[in-house]
Nanobody, 130 residues
């Protein structure tokens, strides 16, 4: 079992930045692949970015085409925390952002599907005003 708690959501103006955090507990964090998803009003939950687990150092990172160059994911295994740095925010980025953990994943398979992830946080609201 893995417990996940997100934080950092807020209301910002278009063009602003936010950094979301997700703290994990209950399992060996370094071995987990971690992902960020978001769900906007009236939309399906969609993958945003992920990072593969590794021993000692962070594994490779990857993201959805829709946010590439805008959002960056990172992790700190010593703190059992994954981050999502969001820059140049747009009103279309408004959504509830969820942290998720998977026990699969490698450089040959980068988890992106909802069903790839076994554990989920409660979400944090990000609102971008125009």
């Amino acid at each position: 079992q893995v417990d996940l708690v997100e934080s950092g959501g807020a209301t910002v103006q278009a063009g602003g930045s936010l950094r979301l955090s997700c703290v994990a507990s209950g399992s060996t964090f370094s071995a987990l692949s971690m992902g960020w998803f978001r769900q906007a009003p009236g939309k399906e939950r969609e993958f945003v970015a992920g990072v593969i687990g590794s021993i000692g150092s962070a594994g490779p990172t990857y993201g959805a085409d829709s946010v590439k160059g805008q959002f960056k994911v990172s992790r700190d295994n010593a703190k059992s925390t994954v981050y999502l740095q969001m820059d140049n925010l747009k009103p279309d980025d408004t959504a509830v952002y969820y942290c998720a953990a998977a026990t699969i994943g490698s450089k040959y398979y980068l988890p992106r599907l909802i069903d790839d992830f076994e554990f989920w946080g409660q979400g944090t609201q990000v609102t971008v005003s125009s």
